[in-house]
């Protein structure tokens, strides 16, 4: 029954454990965005920042790869049996769902323990035929998941990513096309509400986060703590590889947009600090933002960088 009950749950509709995600606003800041210098100039005639599909991401690992088991799920047969005993022996009465069948059937194997004890052997073999139906069921789950961030999620969502690092040689030459463009300073700005406020930090790592642990599949199983599908989704729409790790990068996010691969949100007054001129920026592309800066954003400062001639660095004096 306990079993029923838990694979009934998993194949509840995949879009209704979705939801937008929260975030508590930053504390005020500067954020860095690099951008080669047609999307500069982009920028600063629309006053507006574009946020992107991951279907169009430079990297195709980006919120593109990962929601695999990273353990056989074979093993979570003997794992849940394990944890029942630990739950049936504990010295505490633990913390369950006393409206969930494996909350039930834990508390059962609590108020026999004294008596009986806990023989492994035998709940593994009469809970053989009913989690390999379970099993079945997991992997179906997996699937429609991957399937449903793969057709849904991916086209709906959106995102601008900034860096905390105006200085980061690497990014002035992929983003800023060979240090010819330019790099936004942006801040967020909790007391406006504005977007950057609510940005989050990449994550990076050496693999990409799984569809959950063992340890939390078994957690979930035996009713000791739900599956997390919200966090599992921001950790998904956050998490790159540690190759990308330099970037040192904060994203907003957000799901269910109904455009096709862009969107465009107003950059305020506010916002914009400063514009940072590559150093090898040409002198039409210069004046221009010169003049688009004066018209649009008055109060922004425009700076121009030079190589050093000491180190692998960049200098900047007012354009």
């Not at 500069?40 to 990962?66: C, E, H, K, W």
């Not at 709940?123 to 991957?146: G, N, S």
Request: net charge neutral.
């Amino acid at each position: 029954i306990a079993n029923q009950a838990y694979a009934a749950r998993l194949r509840r509709p995949v879009s209704s454990n979705v939801r937008h995600p929260k975030s508590m606003p930053l504390e005020l800041r500067p954020f860095y965005k690099y951008a080669s210098p047609d999307a500069a100039l982009a920028m600063l005639t629309n006053g507006t920042a574009r946020y992107s599909t991951p279907l169009v991401f430079n990297d195709p690992f980006d919120i593109q790869a990962g929601l695999h088991f990273d353990f056989d799920v074979r093993e979570l047969h003997g794992a849940v049996v394990d944890r029942i005993g630990e739950l049936a022996s504990a010295k505490a009465a633990p913390t369950v769902d006393h409206a969930d069948s494996w909350g039930q059937l834990i508390l059962e194997a609590r108020r026999h323990f004294p008596t009986h004890g806990f023989n492994r052997a035998k709940w593994i073999e009469f809970t053989q035929p009913a989690f390999d139906d379970l099993i079945d069921v997991i992997q179906e789950t997996q699937m429609k998941y991957q399937q449903h961030w793969r057709e849904v999620q991916l086209p709906a969502m959106r995102v601008f990513c900034v860096s905390e690092d105006r200085d980061n040689l690497l990014m002035w030459a992929h983003y800023a096309k060979d240090h010819t463009g330019a790099v936004f300073e942006l801040w967020s700005l909790p007391d406006e509400d504005n977007p950057l406020s609510v940005a989050v930090p990449v994550k990076y790592s050496d693999k990409p986060i799984p569809f959950y642990t063992k340890e939390e599949w078994v957690n979930d199983m035996v009713g000791v703590r739900k599956l997390d599908f919200r966090s599992m989704y921001r950790q998904y729409a956050c998490t790159k590889s540690s190759h990308w790790s330099y970037e040192r990068e904060w994203r907003v996010w957000y799901p269910f947009s109904k455009t096709d691969t862009y969107d465009y949100s107003p950059i305020r007054q506010s916002e914009l600090k400063a514009v940072y001129l590559g150093c090898q920026a040409k002198e039409s592309f210069r004046h221009n933002v010169r003049t688009l800066l004066r018209e649009r954003y008055p109060d922004a400062r425009l700076f121009a960088a030079h190589k050093s001639k000491t180190k692998y660095a960049l200098e900047y004096t007012d354009a």
